[in-house]
């Protein structure tokens, strides 16, 4: 498995990793996210993984807020992160995402956060947000799914409500919606 940064050639095989691993209709949403964060976020950090000189996976971290009381605080987001399928399963996923909180640690960010399934991201060392005094950004998402990971520049007075780059409020990314309200 190796471990790279993004480069442009990238971004059809990531686009396609995407709309595969999440499948009709919202994989072309998350692949559209994906295109805006990179338009949008100029810092974001995208790592890819390749096997036979064929990209597999692909996960991103893109700057967000924290609306903490003391003041705001520079944090990320752990999204999107897809594995082609017939490639999930053999950890490519899990090395992903080590590999980005590395280096979200080395450039001192200290939250990250992301919404998913918690026995997945659990082996990565997150843990429920809510639990650690942090609020969601939206109702729709279930306590369950919302966690963080705390990184060494982390210091205790941060706690408050995290908060998403326009760009997932636009692409309508935040949490589930009720398709039967």
Known sequence: MFLRVEQIRDREPIGSI????????HGEI???LVDALRRDDPNALSFVSEEADE???????????????????????????AVAPEWQRRGIGSALI?????????????????????????RAGFGPAVEHGFRKPSLRIPDW????????????????????????????????RDKNA
């Open 145 to 176: 799914a919302f966690q963080v990971v705390k990184l060494s520049a982390y210091e205790p007075w941060m706690t408050g409500t995290f908060v998403y780059s326009e760009t997932f409020w636009r692409h309508d990314c935040v949490g589930v």
């Open 55 to 81: 990209v597999v996976g692909h996960v991103m971290f893109s700057q967000c807020l924290l609306d903490a009381a003391r003041r705001t605080v520079g944090v990320a987001s752990l999204s999107p992160l």
């Open 18 to 25: 995407h709309r595969r691993a999440f499948g009709t209709g």
């Open 30 to 32: 998350v692949a559209e």
């Open 98 to 122: 080590r590999r980005g909180l590395q280096e979200l640690d080395e450039r001192g960010v200290p939250l990250v956060f992301l919404e998913g399934d918690p026995r997945y991201y659990s």
